[in-house]
Nanobody
């Protein structure tokens, strides 16, 4: 069992930066691939980034590639999403998620979810 708590969202101007954090509970955090997803009003939840259990493999949605960076610290049971050059279209609720073994880009692949943190980018 893994519980996830997201934080770090807020209001930022276009071109600005934010770092999202997600802290996990449970003893086997390093068994899980982690992902970040986002959901804008009226839209489906979409993949943002994923990272393997040891950080050796990462993948990003095309829309954020080169602007966002996912990372993790297994000792602290933390996963991060550093976001730069934010755009109004990045506005959404961002969720971290845990997937037992491996990485994935589909929400249905993930077993546990955080409560979400709101990111709003003003133009």
């Amino acid at each position: 069992q893994v519980q996830l708590v997201d934080s770090g969202g807020g209001l930022v101007q276009a071109g600005g930066s934010l770092r999202l954090s997600c802290v996990a509970s449970g003893r086997t955090f390093s068994n899980y691939g982690m992902g970040w997803f986002r959901q804008a009003p009226g839209k489906e939840r979409e993949f943002v980034a994923t990272i393997s259990w040891n950080g050796g493999s990462t993948s990003y949605a095309d829309s954020v590639k080169g602007r966002f960076t996912i990372s993790r610290d297994n000792a602290k049971k933390m996963v991060y999403l550093q976001m730069h050059s934010l755009k109004p279209e990045d506005t959404a609720v961002y969720y971290c998620a845990a997937k037992l073994w491996g990485v994935g880009t589909r929400p249905s692949e993930y077993n546990y979810w955080g409560q979400g943190t709101q990111v709003t980018v003003s133009s």
